[in-house]
């Protein structure tokens, strides 16, 4: 009786080879299973953070490098001088972003506001692209691009990118440091007229 199949097993078979002959069918049905429009999330809901970072202290760095040293002479695990060298970058990249803004008398946009209009303002089957700076072949208006030389200048270790949607570019400047993505900027396309939208 091994051999023999059962009812679902049947059915299953059925649909593997309906959709290897029909290769469409998973996608039909990605369609039909799609969520339900998301609610747009407008631009004036996106508001500025300021930055809070904390200088980073010599003395626990130096604890920390002193038993990272003596694991790995005396275990021979290195795995914790690595750890140690991202998280000192990491923290260190972020007290020095905090110190470039508020020299610079701005504030990123709020991350997590961001994160949410992108996802609300992202119709279905389509996607935010990052293009790095100098590959980003549409204009950017001059208030962003002055914040963006004001940083590189405070910060020449940053990079500089622009996320877009390209079905309806309403790009974000966005600095990359240490790792952390901080949203400078965004306008409105194709008319932005030389005008913040936030």
Same mark, same amino acid.
């Given at each position: &009786?091994?051999?023999?199949?059962?009812?679902?097993?049947?059915?299953?078979?059925?649909?593997?080879?309906?959709?290897?002959?029909?290769?469409?069918?998973?996608?039909?049905?990605?369609?039909?299973?799609?969520?339900?429009?998301? +609610? !747009?999330?407008?631009?004036?809901?996106?508001?500025?953070?300021?930055?809070?970072?904390?200088?980073?202290?010599?003395?626990?760095?130096?604890?920390?490098?002193?038993?990272?040293?003596?694991?790995? %002479?005396?275990?021979?695990? %290195?795995?914790?001088?690595?750890?140690?060298?991202?998280? +000192?970058?990491?923290?260190?990249?972020?007290?020095?972003?905090?110190?470039?803004?508020?020299?610079?008398?701005?504030?990123?946009?709020?991350?997590?506001?961001?994160?949410?209009?992108?996802?609300?303002?992202?119709?279905?089957?389509?996607?935010?692209?990052?293009?790095?700076?100098?590959?980003?072949?549409? !204009?950017?208006?001059?208030?962003?691009?002055?914040?963006?030389?004001?940083?590189?200048?405070?910060? !020449?270790?940053?990079?500089?990118?622009?996320?877009?949607?390209?079905?309806? !570019?309403?790009?974000?400047?966005? &600095?990359?440091?240490?790792?952390?993505?901080?949203?400078?900027?965004?306008?409105? +396309?194709?008319?932005?007229?030389?005008?913040?939208?936030?």
């Amino acid at each position: &009786m091994s051999g023999m199949l059962g009812a679902a097993q049947f059915q299953g078979l059925i649909g593997q080879a309906q959709a290897a002959v029909n290769p469409y069918t998973q996608m039909i049905q990605q369609l039909q299973n799609a969520p339900p429009p998301k +609610e !747009p999330v407008a631009k004036d809901t996106l508001v500025r953070t300021q930055l809070v970072a904390v200088e980073p202290q010599e003395s626990i760095s130096r604890e920390r490098r002193s038993l990272a040293s003596r694991a790995a %002479k005396v275990l021979g695990y %290195k795995h914790f001088s690595d750890v140690i060298d991202k998280k +000192e970058s990491d923290e260190r990249c972020a007290w020095e972003a905090a110190q470039a803004f508020a020299k610079l008398g701005f504030d990123p946009l709020d991350a997590t506001k961001v994160a949410k209009y992108k996802f609300a303002n992202c119709p279905w089957g389509h996607q935010w692209v990052s293009s790095r700076i100098e590959k980003y072949a549409s !204009p950017i208006p001059e208030f962003a691009l002055s914040r963006a030389i004001e940083l590189k200048e405070e910060l !020449p270790h940053a990079t500089f990118e622009v996320d877009f949607l390209q079905a309806n !570019p309403d790009p974000f400047l966005v &600095m990359v440091y240490g790792g952390i993505r901080y949203y400078i900027d965004v306008w409105d +396309e194709p008319k932005f007229e030389g005008r913040r939208s936030v």
